[in-house]
């Protein structure tokens, strides 16, 4: 259970403060309150709120010079600001804007566009702060949170665990700057192939290196999956160098310099198309999809592996695409 967000309410009219605290305290925030700029200043750090509202007009500092030095400090420079202006200060809207504000309200505010703003911006902001910084897509905390959810809600639904084979041997041979590109070609391949097979329930998330999740529904999962290979393989062939890729391998060396052949990179995805009533937290199916996968490396080629209903039955797998000579990790 995540604490509420706490929002800091800048403004030198009580009964405003009193208001918006009412206000915002109903919908499930924490608040804390300052009456000019320099306690503003105080409480943000003291308090290091989530979301701050504050008042253009405001004695010892007004919001523009509190919104300066917030947007100065390190540890308030992403901080969520909403200006509070008055309805026909346009110039100061524009002006706040410019400072660093991320949105504004104008008093009188409507109650209902106010707390859809102050949601909207928190949302915006969680999001931002859980995304890989390289694909943008939702990292583990926003991973974890949504399969958490699906489990609880007792709805059916399929989750994958999709990963890069011998992606360490390709980011070593070709650099990181190449090895970037696998994984973000990878990240907008589950992406594409999701919003064309299960836009309304499917989910991407990126845990980290070339380390994929996807939930979607089960009735879509092997289809899903298939095309996510296919696609891949079509993109794939531009991250090799073309004479690397007409020979088929790589020619890398050992720790001791000795010359080696390392396969192309493939997929390995690792399904459980039926996750129902069958794993009451996020860790236990985690651990399921990660003992198909390290069944799945030991096959070559790009391959989908599933989970069979009966107990103790080998897993099945699907393989696809070219067979490399080899498939380690």
Known sequence: MHDPAKILIADDEPHIRRILQFLLEQAGYQVVLAADGRQALEVVARERPDLALLDVMMPQLDGFA???????????????VIMLTARDESEARVRGLKVGANDYVAKPFDQEELLARVSNLLSAFQAQREA?????????????REVTRRLASGVPFAAMYIDIDRFKSFNDHY?????????????????????AVDRESGF???????????????????????????????????????ADWQRGYLET?????????AALITLTIALIGDVHQRYHHPAALSDALAELKRHGKRQPGSVVVKERRS???????????????????
């Open 175 to 195: 650099g990181y700057t190449r090895g970037d590109r696998a994984i973000d070609l990878l990240g907008q391949v589950l992406c594409q192939v999701t919003d």
């Open 66 to 80: 509190v919104l300066e030095q917030l947007r100065k400090e390190r540890d308030s420079q992403r901080l969520p």
């Open 204 to 242: 991407v998330g990126h845990i980290g290196g070339d380390d994929f999740v996807l939930l979607c529904a089960s009735a879509c999962a092997d289809q899903l999956a298939t095309q996510v290979i296919q696609t891949f393989e079509v993109g794939v062939e531009h991250l090799h160098d073309a």
């Open 132 to 144: 890989n910084p390289l694909t943008g897509l939702p990292g583990n905390h926003a991973i974890e």
């Open 253 to 261: 060396t050992t720790r001791t310099g000795e010359p080696q052949q």
């Open 311 to 329: 107990p103790g039955a080998a897993p099945e797998l699907l393989c696809l695409g070219e067979q490399p000579q080899d498939h380690d990790a």
